[in-house]
């Protein structure tokens, strides 16, 4: 009994923690960067108006500076990491980082979370499914693609559906997968739910799907 409450206990913690820990980090760095822009900007500004008229304490700060200031920086980058200049200067830091041990966990790691939650997921998976994997009897997360056709339709005589199973706790990164579509479980829960299951471990469970339990698929979408 004691060791039950001690383990979910346990659980309940460590849950909290994967929701607690990233949003203290965004904050803390939102924070910084703000407050690091506003005293780095907040002087020329106050320069630049009085030049041209106004009489403004050399200590004035204009509030909200610093949020405008990173957007537009975000934006910069963004516009010369698209063209074949940034592209190549971006990929000459990456190599250099992927070097360094310590940087380059955290760089990689970041990156990847970034462009797992700043892509639509919509545009990548179509559901939330159940496989028997690594054997019968045992089950794993996955996320339908799109349906199978072709040849692989012709070879197996069967309807099949594309499969990307990820892993833990990186999941974007995992293994394709070519499943008949009657061995494939529907699940009710939206994709952004599965896959904050499968990067926490399953320590975080979305509730139970408004349409009880899950279905298998029968269209393969």
Do not use: C
Not at 52 to 81: E, H, K, Q, S
Request: zero cysteines; aromatic letters at 10%.
């Amino acid at each position: 009994m004691a060791s039950n409450f001690k383990s979910d206990l346990r659980n309940l913690f460590f849950a909290g923690l994967l929701v607690t820990l990233p949003l203290v980090f965004t904050v803390f760095l939102l924070h910084f960067l703000f407050v690091s822009l506003d005293n780095l900007l907040g002087p020329g500004v106050a320069i630049l108006l009085n030049k041209v008229g106004y009489n403004i304490d050399p200590a004035f700060r204009l509030p909200g500076l610093g949020i405008v200031a990173l957007v537009l920086l975000v934006l910069l980058v963004g516009i010369f990491a698209r063209n074949i200049l940034g592209e190549k200067i971006v990929s000459l830091y990456e190599s250099i980082l992927v070097r360094i041990p310590f940087a380059k966990s955290i760089y990689v790691g970041a990156k990847q979370i970034v462009e797992t939650f700043g892509k639509s997921m919509g545009d990548k998976f179509n559901k939330v499914v159940m496989i028997e994997y690594p054997r019968k009897g045992i089950y794993a997360l996955a996320f339908t693609t799109s349906k199978s056709s072709g040849e692989v339709v012709r070879k197996t005589g069967k309807e099949m559906t594309n499969v990307f199973l990820p892993t833990t706790p990186n999941p974007t990164s995992g293994f394709f997968l070519l499943i008949p579509n009657e061995e494939i479980i529907d699940l009710d829960m939206s994709v952004e739910a599965g896959i904050k299951m499968i990067i926490s471990g399953g320590l975080v469970t979305p509730p139970n799907g408004a349409k009880g339990e899950p279905e298998k698929i029968k269209n393969g979408q």
